[in-house]
């Protein structure tokens, strides 16, 4: 059985009265997640709306909390670390990764970001160590395979792109994805929102189908490598 990790980060609903205000970003990672699960239904599923559901931002009280060592911690610590350590837990847990994350002002959601901050964290995600010379931070985890979804308002963030300098979001995931044990990585990207023209429609059917592609390869490859006689274990976290 494997377990998947689903974090959405759009400040809107998939579904909307109005929908020309569903979020693009969630609906095609929703694309993903119904074929994976028409071929997995047996796994392990974790969904997390961050963008509706922030984390905490971090403190200089979290922070005391995270370098004091474990066994002197005091109640009042521990418990700050709380979702830390659940969400870490989620992440330690899964071997496969979705995030989907709309860009805002050129990088992701404070929210999203608010995410990652919890679980980057010394001597769970990453260890530190001055006699690795320039490079002590050590990531931990490994193994996992990552999908990042992504929608934006213009276009050509790509590499060689039009806006390749002003696209901080994909970047950024990639250089944070290393916290998350991510070995294997894969875009789906939608563009051209605001000038809502042919080019936008044509880009997010592109990264729906690109999204149930992916989904297809990775769930029917998982497949084969676990039995069939799985039960259901479906994890709704707020």
């Known amino acids: 059985m494997s377990t998947l990790l689903h974090i959405d980060s759009s400040v809107r609903a998939a579904s909307n009265p109005n929908p020309d205000h569903d979020s693009i970003s969630k609906n095609i990672a929703l ?8 071929n997995r239904p047996g796994d392990e599923y974790i969904y997390r709306d961050v963008g ?22 005091t ?6 670390l709380a979702l830390s350590d659940k969400l870490i837990a989620e992440v330690s847990a899964a071997d496969v990764i979705l995030i ?15 995410w990652f901050d919890q679980i980057v964290r010394i001597n769970k995600t990453f260890d530190f160590d001055l006699a690795r010379g320039d490079y002590p931070l050590q990531p931990m985890l490994s193994g996992k395979t990552l999908i990042i979804v992504t929608s934006s308002g213009e276009y050509g963030f790509e590499k060689g792109g039009i806006r390749e300098s002003s696209g901080h979001l994909v970047p950024h995931l ?19 929102q ?16 690109r999204a149930e592609s992916i ?3 990775l ?3 998982a497949r084969s490598q676990s039995p069939e006689d799985e039960t259901t274990n479906f994890q709704q976290c707020y």
Do not use: C
Request: glycine residues 4%; aromatic residues 12%.
């Open 52 to 73: 509706v559901n922030p984390p905490d931002f971090i403190t200089q009280d979290w922070i005391g909390a995270v370098f004091t060592p474990e066994e002197k911690r």
């Open 215 to 217: 989904a297809l390869e």
């Open 100 to 114: 989907s994350s709309p860009m805002y002002n050129y990088g992701m959601p404070a929210q999203l970001k608010a």
């Open 31 to 38: 694309r993903f997640i119904e074929t994976w699960r028409k």
């Open 174 to 192: 990639r250089t944070l994805s290393k916290y998350l044990g991510a070995d294997t990585i894969y875009e789906i990207a939608a563009e051209y």
């Open 75 to 80: 109640p009042a610590q521990k418990e700050r």
């Open 219 to 221: 769930s029917v490859a």
């Open 194 to 209: 605001e000038f809502g023209d042919e080019r936008h429609r044509i880009s997010v059917a592109n990264a729906r189908a």
